[in-house]
C-alpha cells in the first residue's frame, strides 16, 4: 500500500459565471460549480481509504478544485477513482439539465460535454509531501493546458443564431411565446413557456443551467441599489407580483417593462404599487438610488503560499495546508455574514470572495471584510510562517449603474482586482466607478487607515459643511504639474493651495469651525501622502465626490 496525492478540477469557471444577464444566472452559475465539488466531495467521504486536505469541506462556496490523499495499493484504483470522478461530474449536469428543461436530448447534453472539462492528476508520495506537493502542481499544470477539443454538428461545429447570454454556442432554447425567433434557429431548438426567460432571448443549454436552475432568490442589482431605502414589505410585496423594483425608478416605461420581461401581471396594480412607495419615499425623503457596488476580493500568492514558501524551517506543509482550509472557511462564512446584512454574497470560497453590496455600506463593508481576513487567516496563521511574511488580501471594487450589463461590470471588476495584484506588495484595493454617462473614475491604494480618512472627507460633504468645488479646483490646477520627489515646492504649494481651497469651499450660512476646515485639511493632505500617482489621488477625491452626490448629502 502506497499514499498518493492527488488533483480533481473542474473547467472553465470565469467565462460559465460571467456570461449573465441577472444576478440570478450570476448566482446560480457559482452554485452549480460549487454544488458539482460538493458532490465529490459528499462521494471522497465515503472512501474509507481517502483524506481530504484542501478545501475545508464546510465552506459555503467551494472552489473548481479539490486536493486529497488517496491510500491504494497500486495505480489502477488512482485510475479508476478519477474516472469515477469525472463521471459523476457529468452524471450531476445531465440531472441538472433534466430537472431544470425536464427534457433530455442528446443535443443538449452534448453541448455540456463539449463546455465543462474535468481535470485530475495524481503522484505517489514516494519522499515528503513537499516534494509530491511540488511535482503534483506542476503535472496537473499541464494537464490544464492540454484542451480538449469536441467538435459539434457532426464534425462540422455549430451553426446558427448563437446564444443571447454567451454568445459563443447555439441557442436552442427560446420562449414559447414569441413566433419570429424560431425562423432563425437550428432545428433543434425547442421552445419553453417560463417568465425566466425573456422574449427577446434563446439561449443555450449551457446558460440555461443557469437560468433555469431551482436555487435560492438572488436580489436584482436595483434591489440592491435600493437595500436601504425600501421597506421589508415592499420588497415582499414587489416580490409577490414577481416584478423587480427597477419599475420604482421614473425612467422606466412598466408597459415596456413587463412586455420585454414576459411578467404576467396587471399594468394598473404595477403602477398602483409604484405610486404607493414613491409617495412614500418622497413623504419621507428618501432616495431610491440607482447605483450598487460590486466586491470581488482574492488571496494575495496563494500558489507561493500553497508551495511552503513562506513557512518558517521545520513546519510541516500538510498540517499547514489543513489548517489553512479551516482559516479560510471561517473567513469566508465570517465574509458573507458582513455582505449579506447590506446586500448579497454570490461566492465566498475562502480566500476568494464575490458579493453585491449597498452603495452606502460599500467603505465599512471594505474595512469590515479586510479587517476579517487579517483576524482569521493572517493572525491565525501567523504561528506558521516566517517572521516577515503575511497573508493578504487585494481586492476589484466597482460601482454601477443598474442598467449597466453586469457581464461588463464583471469583467471591470476582475481587471480592477488584477490591477491590485500588479501592484508592488499587492495587498491593495482598486476601486472603479462606472458613471452612466460613460464617465469612468478609478483609483487604487494599500490597505491601511485610508478608508477611515475617506469617510471623514465624504461626512463632511454630505452634513454640508463644505462643497465639493475644492475637489475639482484642485485637480485643475495640480494634475499637469510636475511632482518631483526631489523638490519639495510642489507638496507646498499644494499644501497651502488646499487649505485655501478649503476655506472658500464653506458652505454659505453654515458655521464651520476654524478646528473643523484645519481637521479637513489634514486628512486631504494625509491623504495625499498615501498615492505615489496624483492620478490615483484625485480619482480618489473624484470617487468621495460622486458618493457625496449619490448618496444625497445635504446642500
Same mark, same amino acid.
Given at each position: 500500500?502506497?499514499?498518493?496525492?492527488?488533483?480533481?478540477?473542474?473547467?472553465?469557471?470565469?467565462?460559465?459565471?460571467?456570461?449573465?444577464?441577472?444576478?440570478?444566472?450570476?448566482?446560480?452559475?457559482?452554485?452549480?460549480?460549487?454544488?458539482?465539488?460538493?458532490?465529490?466531495?459528499?462521494?471522497?467521504?465515503? +472512501?474509507?481509504?481517502?483524506? $481530504?486536505?484542501?478545501?475545508? @469541506? #464546510? /465552506?459555503?462556496?467551494?472552489? *473548481?478544485?479539490?486536493?486529497? =490523499?488517496?491510500?491504494?495499493?497500486?495505480?489502477?484504483?488512482?485510475?479508476?477513482?478519477?474516472?469515477?470522478?469525472?463521471?459523476?461530474?457529468?452524471?450531476?449536469?445531465?440531472?441538472?439539465?433534466?430537472?431544470?428543461?425536464?427534457?433530455?436530448?442528446?443535443?443538449?447534453?452534448?453541448?455540456?460535454?463539449?463546455?465543462?472539462?474535468?481535470?485530475?492528476?495524481?503522484?505517489?508520495?514516494?519522499?515528503?509531501?513537499?516534494?509530491?506537493?511540488?511535482?503534483?502542481?506542476?503535472?496537473?499544470?499541464?494537464?490544464?493546458?492540454?484542451?480538449?477539443?469536441?467538435?459539434?454538428?457532426?464534425?462540422?461545429?455549430?451553426?446558427?443564431?448563437?446564444?443571447?447570454?454567451?454568445?459563443?454556442?447555439?441557442?436552442?432554447?427560446?420562449? +414559447?411565446?414569441?413566433?419570429? $425567433?424560431?425562423?432563425?434557429? @437550428? #432545428? /433543434?431548438?425547442?421552445?419553453? *413557456?417560463?417568465?425566466?426567460? =425573456?422574449?427577446?432571448?434563446?439561449?443555450?443549454?449551457?446558460?440555461?443551467?443557469?437560468?433555469?436552475?431551482?436555487?435560492?432568490?438572488?436580489?436584482?442589482?436595483?434591489?440592491?441599489?435600493?437595500?436601504?431605502?425600501?421597506?421589508?414589505?415592499?420588497?415582499?410585496?414587489?416580490?409577490?407580483?414577481?416584478?423587480?423594483?427597477?419599475?420604482?425608478?421614473?425612467?422606466?416605461?412598466?408597459?415596456?417593462?413587463?412586455?420585454?420581461?414576459?411578467?404576467?401581471?396587471?399594468?394598473?396594480?404595477?403602477?398602483?404599487?409604484?405610486?404607493?412607495?414613491?409617495?412614500?419615499?418622497?413623504?419621507?425623503?428618501?432616495?431610491?438610488?440607482?447605483?450598487?457596488?460590486?466586491?470581488?476580493?482574492?488571496?494575495?500568492?496563494?500558489?507561493?503560499?500553497?508551495?511552503?514558501?513562506?513557512?518558517?524551517?521545520?513546519?510541516?506543509?500538510?498540517?499547514?495546508?489543513?489548517?489553512?482550509?479551516?482559516?479560510?472557511?471561517?473567513?469566508?462564512?465570517?465574509?458573507?455574514?458582513?455582505?449579506?446584512?447590506?446586500?448579497?454574497?454570490?461566492?465566498?470560497?475562502?480566500?476568494?470572495?464575490?458579493?453585491?453590496?449597498?452603495?452606502?455600506?460599500?467603505?465599512?463593508?471594505?474595512?469590515?471584510?479586510?479587517?476579517?481576513?487579517?483576524?482569521?487567516?493572517?493572525?491565525?496563521?501567523?504561528?506558521?510562517?516566517?517572521?516577515?511574511?503575511?497573508?493578504?488580501?487585494?481586492?476589484?471594487?466597482?460601482?454601477?449603474?443598474?442598467?449597466?450589463?453586469?457581464?461588463?461590470?464583471?469583467?471591470?471588476?476582475?481587471?480592477?482586482?488584477?490591477?491590485?495584484?500588479?501592484?508592488?506588495?499587492?495587498?491593495?484595493?482598486?476601486?472603479?466607478?462606472?458613471?452612466?454617462?460613460?464617465?469612468?473614475?478609478?483609483?487604487?491604494?494599500?490597505?491601511?487607515?485610508?478608508?477611515?480618512?475617506?469617510?471623514?472627507?465624504?461626512?463632511?460633504?454630505?452634513?454640508?459643511?463644505?462643497?465639493?468645488?475644492?475637489?475639482?479646483?484642485?485637480?485643475?490646477?495640480?494634475?499637469?504639474?510636475?511632482?518631483?520627489?526631489?523638490?519639495?515646492?510642489?507638496?507646498?504649494?499644494?499644501?497651502?493651495?488646499?487649505?485655501?481651497?478649503?476655506?472658500?469651499?464653506?458652505?454659505?450660512?453654515?458655521?464651520?469651525?476654524?478646528?473643523?476646515?484645519?481637521?479637513?485639511?489634514?486628512?486631504?493632505?494625509?491623504?495625499?501622502?498615501?498615492?505615489?500617482?496624483?492620478?490615483?489621488?484625485?480619482?480618489?477625491?473624484?470617487?468621495?465626490?460622486?458618493?457625496?452626490?449619490?448618496?444625497?448629502?445635504?446642500?
Amino acid at each position: 500500500m502506497a499514499d498518493y496525492l492527488m488533483i480533481f478540477s473542474i473547467s472553465p469557471v470565469q467565462s460559465f459565471i460571467a456570461s449573465s444577464r441577472k444576478t440570478q444566472d450570476l448566482y446560480n452559475g457559482s452554485k452549480i460549480l460549487s454544488n458539482m465539488i460538493r458532490s465529490q466531495l459528499d462521494f471522497l467521504h465515503k +472512501k474509507d481509504s481517502v483524506e $481530504i486536505v484542501f478545501p475545508n @469541506s #464546510e /465552506n459555503q462556496s467551494l472552489p *473548481n478544485r479539490l486536493m486529497f =490523499k488517496v491510500n491504494s495499493k497500486d495505480d489502477s484504483f488512482i485510475t479508476e477513482l478519477g474516472n469515477k470522478m469525472e463521471k459523476n461530474s457529468h452524471s450531476y449536469l445531465y440531472k441538472l439539465s433534466f430537472d431544470a428543461l425536464k427534457k433530455s436530448d442528446k443535443i443538449l447534453l452534448a453541448q455540456i460535454d463539449s463546455f465543462f472539462q474535468c481535470h485530475w492528476s495524481a503522484v505517489e508520495i514516494k519522499d515528503t509531501y513537499e516534494s509530491a506537493y511540488s511535482e503534483l502542481e506542476r503535472k496537473h499544470a499541464g494537464i490544464k493546458k492540454i484542451g480538449i477539443f469536441k467538435q459539434l454538428g457532426n464534425g462540422k461545429g455549430e451553426q446558427g443564431r448563437k446564444c443571447s447570454l454567451c454568445g459563443e454556442h447555439n441557442a436552442l432554447i427560446f420562449n +414559447k411565446s414569441t413566433n419570429r $425567433i424560431p425562423n432563425f434557429l @437550428s #432545428e /433543434n431548438a425547442f421552445p419553453i *413557456n417560463s417568465n425566466l426567460l =425573456k422574449k427577446s432571448e434563446s439561449i443555450c443549454s449551457i446558460c440555461a443551467l443557469k437560468r433555469f436552475s431551482n436555487t435560492l432568490s438572488f436580489p436584482s442589482v436595483s434591489e440592491i441599489a435600493m437595500k436601504k431605502s425600501l421597506l421589508t414589505e415592499e420588497i415582499q410585496q414587489l416580490k409577490s407580483m414577481n416584478i423587480d423594483p427597477e419599475i420604482l425608478y421614473q425612467e422606466t416605461d412598466i408597459e415596456k417593462y413587463l412586455e420585454s420581461e414576459n411578467k404576467q401581471v396587471s399594468l394598473g396594480n404595477v403602477k398602483k404599487v409604484r405610486n404607493e412607495i414613491n409617495n412614500r419615499c418622497k413623504n419621507e425623503g428618501v432616495k431610491l438610488p440607482k447605483y450598487y457596488a460590486l466586491i470581488m476580493y482574492d488571496g494575495d500568492s496563494i500558489g507561493k503560499l500553497l508551495s511552503g514558501a513562506k513557512l518558517k524551517e521545520g513546519e510541516n506543509l500538510q498540517n499547514f495546508h489543513i489548517a489553512l482550509a479551516k482559516s479560510l472557511s471561517i473567513n469566508a462564512k465570517e465574509s458573507s455574514k458582513i455582505v449579506d446584512k447590506v446586500g448579497k454574497s454570490v461566492y465566498a470560497g475562502g480566500d476568494d470572495f464575490l458579493g453585491f453590496c449597498s452603495l452606502d455600506s460599500l467603505l465599512p463593508t471594505l474595512t469590515q471584510l479586510n479587517n476579517t481576513f487579517e483576524e482569521k487567516v493572517n493572525k491565525e496563521l501567523k504561528s506558521y510562517l516566517k517572521p516577515s511574511s503575511e497573508i493578504t488580501m487585494s481586492a476589484g471594487i466597482v460601482i454601477a449603474h443598474y442598467k449597466t450589463p453586469l457581464h461588463i461590470v464583471l469583467n471591470w471588476a476582475r481587471n480592477m482586482e488584477g490591477i491590485s495584484k500588479d501592484i508592488k506588495g499587492k495587498n491593495s484595493v482598486t476601486l472603479a466607478v462606472l458613471k452612466h454617462s460613460g464617465d469612468i473614475q478609478k483609483t487604487t491604494w494599500q490597505w491601511g487607515n485610508l478608508i477611515g480618512k475617506m469617510n471623514f472627507v465624504l461626512e463632511q460633504l454630505k452634513i454640508g459643511n463644505f462643497s465639493t468645488n475644492f475637489i475639482y479646483t484642485l485637480e485643475k490646477e495640480f494634475k499637469n504639474l510636475n511632482n518631483d520627489k526631489e523638490n519639495d515646492s510642489y507638496d507646498r504649494q499644494f499644501a497651502t493651495e488646499i487649505k485655501r481651497l478649503i476655506k472658500r469651499s464653506v458652505i454659505e450660512n453654515k458655521s464651520v469651525s476654524q478646528e473643523n476646515m484645519d481637521k479637513l485639511y489634514e486628512v486631504c493632505l494625509d491623504l495625499k501622502s498615501n498615492f505615489e500617482s496624483s492620478e490615483d489621488y484625485f480619482g480618489l477625491m473624484r470617487i468621495i465626490a460622486f458618493l457625496d452626490r449619490e448618496l444625497g448629502g445635504e446642500k
